[in-house]
């Protein structure tokens, strides 16, 4: 890219803008003299993509369908790309994809880019969600030069169900930082949490919302405490989506028996001290595009337990650098965990070939050159 262009990076909240992975990119597209401009819902991380270089516009987009404040944020989008005359829009969420996408192509930006962070379905949704989503993909797919899938699940199903041709549709793995994301101790954090020093930690770090399954976690621990008494469970991130959700997990942990053994934090900015304090890391999730705290675990010599969904058994090799078991099921998620705190020989085995796996599939520096590629093209 030897011109400076103008660039709209549409994401639905500030903090996901703002995470590990994509901060990075940002910030080298600032680096490279580029102007690159956010719009998003913003919460408390404005200043930080502000500190990084970036330009922040207030984006009213909720999550939910809500018809109204929806046909708000197209209208506003529409109207910030005509005004900013961007050379390139690029969209990363679901619904967030579906307006920017037809919003940059209505105002015919020069270059559309969507990353496909996952549909928004699992596989325990119904058909008919399923064939909205897909329909509504596929709409957005026509407004657009290029659609990024972070898994080749993805790629493959929008392939079959013409959602997208080859010829549009582009595999970059998401990155961690190995200089951010690495082995260690954290022996301060372990006393700032009040953590017994011989507490065997089991962490997850992530949004905390039902469709994540922690509660099948808290029962899985409950499954675990006979024989492993010291266990612990540290639950990292935000909850501003189901505020009611880190309560409701803190009654089922004390009606299980492990009152004082769920550690909520809320959101955290030192996710890789978090890893590294683990001594296993679980991630129940039902539904995933990629997963990118199991890479961040796996950089950090953490052994991984993974519900068996698309995003995490693309990563994971089961029995070999991770443990995949099915999604909702807290007794084979229990025996995983029991399986590493009890053989620290094969966690060890296991940890060695994750790092050796990240180093040479999921390096952030790769992702950073894949995206700049398709920036230049």
């Not at 949004?207 to 922690?214: D, F, G």
Request: proline share 5%; charged share 30%; net charge positive.
């Amino acid at each position: 890219m030897s011109r400076r262009l103008k660039i709209l990076e549409v994401c639905n909240l500030d903090r996901f803008a703002a995470s590990p992975y994509l901060l990075p990119f940002f910030s080298k597209l600032v680096d490279r003299g580029h102007e690159v401009h956010v719009a998003c819902r913003v919460t408390s991380f404005a200043e930080t993509l502000r500190g990084a270089g970036l330009v922040v516009h207030e984006l009213p987009i909720t999550r939910r369908v809500t018809p109204l404040r929806d046909l708000a944020c197209y209208c506003r989008l529409k109207s910030l790309i005509r005004e900013g005359s961007y050379d390139i829009v690029h969209t990363h969420n679901p619904k967030d994809g579906i307006l920017g996408r037809a919003a940059a192509w209505k105002a015919g930006v020069p270059r559309v880019i969507h990353t496909c962070n996952g549909f928004y379905f699992s596989h325990r949704s119904s058909s008919v969600k399923r064939r909205l989503v897909l329909r509504a993909e596929r709409f957005a797919a026509r407004r657009c030069h290029l659609v990024i899938f972070v898994n080749t699940e993805d790629l493959a199903l929008a392939a079959a169900r013409k959602i997208v041709g080859p010829g549009k549709a582009l595999l970059v793995y998401n990155g961690v930082d190995l200089e951010r994301f690495h082995p260690g101790e954290e022996p301060e954090l372990r006393a700032e949490l009040a953590l017994p020093r011989e507490a065997e930690v089991v962490g997850y770090l992530g949004e905390i919302r039902r469709e994540k399954n922690l509660d099948v976690l808290v029962r899985a621990a409950a499954h675990l405490l006979p024989k492993h008494p010291q266990l612990h469970l540290v639950l990292v991130g935000d909850s501003s989506h189901e505020p009611g959700e880190p309560q409701r997990l803190l009654a089922l942990a004390s009606r299980l028996g492990l009152e004082g053994r769920l550690h909520l934090t809320g959101y955290r900015q030192d996710p890789e001290r978090f890893h590294r304090l683990c001594d296993v890391y679980v991630h129940p999730s039902s539904r995933e595009g990629f997963g990118v705290s199991i890479i961040e675990a796996m950089a950090s010599g953490v052994p991984v337990v993974a519900s068996r969904v698309r995003g995490p058994r693309e990563i994971i090799d089961d029995g070999l650098d991770g443990i995949l078991v099915r999604d909702r099921d807290a007794e084979e998620l229990a025996a995983a965990v029991s399986f590493f705190l009890e053989t620290p020989e094969a966690a060890r085995s296991y940890v060695q070939r994750a790092l050796e796996k990240v180093k040479r599939e999921f390096d952030h520096r790769d992702m950073v050159r894949k995206l700049l590629s398709a920036y230049r093209t």
